[in-house]
């Protein structure tokens, strides 16, 4: 059984462009949430899609969207993007009612 | 609102030695905790949760958490350390976002570095 799978691994962007990544669930996995990773820091919660609607959103600016699609795969996509944006972006997936999330490996996001 | 602290930013424990690394938690109604560990360049493994029941909580690599109410602490512990622990590790709370789904607020990390 497959994991939660991210791509691409890694990408390089340089300002004001536009980045979409994308993320599979695990099997049988209904809820996607992304989450920020700051260099030095802990995850931020970004959002979260469940029947391809956004739950909730942490305290990310528009420039932050996502979309999910009928077969629970996401996608994250940031605009106009700032140096402040470099990260690692990671997806987790859970199957509704479950407190644990399991995340993929990330896509470590470099701004020039 | 629901939060997590973790007070160390590194821990320095010699192989073989007990180790330990702290979690403090702030929350309204029953704590769902976790702890998950980073490897460099890596995404996020679990290793643990405390849902209910009791205090002690075993999880993966040998790896335990103690849960405190009194003092709402989430302690991650192993008895005996390897070097193959190093990491970075999070401790994290769990908050509903909607009927049945939820997301974690995560603290700032505790880098665990064993020695040889």
């Known amino acids: 059984d497959a994991g939660v799978t991210q791509s691409p691994t890694h990408l390089i962007k340089t300002r004001g462009q536009q980045v979409t990544l994308r993320c599979s669930p695990k099997s049988g996995h209904d809820t996607v949430s992304w989450y920020q990773q700051a260099l030095g820091q802990g995850p931020q919660f970004i959002f979260q899609y469940y029947e391809e609607e956004e739950r909730q959103r942490g305290n990310f600016p528009d420039r932050f969207s996502g979309h999910q699609f009928p077969n629970y795969s996401s996608e994250l996509n940031v605009n106009a993007l700032l140096l402040g944006d470099s990260a690692l972006y990671l997806c987790?997936?859970?199957?509704?009612?479950?407190?644990?999330?399991?995340f993929g490996p990330g896509t470590r996001l470099t701004v020039l | 609102a629901q939060s997590v602290a973790q007070p160390e930013d590194q821990v320095n424990v010699a192989e073989g030695n007990p180790l330990t690394v702290k979690c403090t938690y702030s929350?309204?109604?029953?704590?769902?905790l976790f702890w998950y560990v980073q490897y460099p360049n890596r995404g996020l493994q679990f290793l643990l949760k405390?849902?209910?029941?009791?205090?002690l909580v075993k999880g993966s690599y040998g790896f335990e958490a103690e849960f405190n109410k009194s003092q709402t602490s989430f302690h991650l512990k192993k008895p005996s350390a390897l070097v193959s622990d190093s990491a970075l590790y999070f401790c994290a709370v769990s908050q509903p976002v909607m009927d049945s789904s939820y997301k974690l607020i995560f603290g700032s990390g505790t880098r665990l570095l064993v020695r040889p």
């Open positions: 405390y849902i209910t029941g009791d205090n």
């Open positions: 987790a997936s859970s199957p509704t009612g479950i407190y644990e999330q399991f």
């Open positions: 929350v309204s109604g029953n704590p769902y």
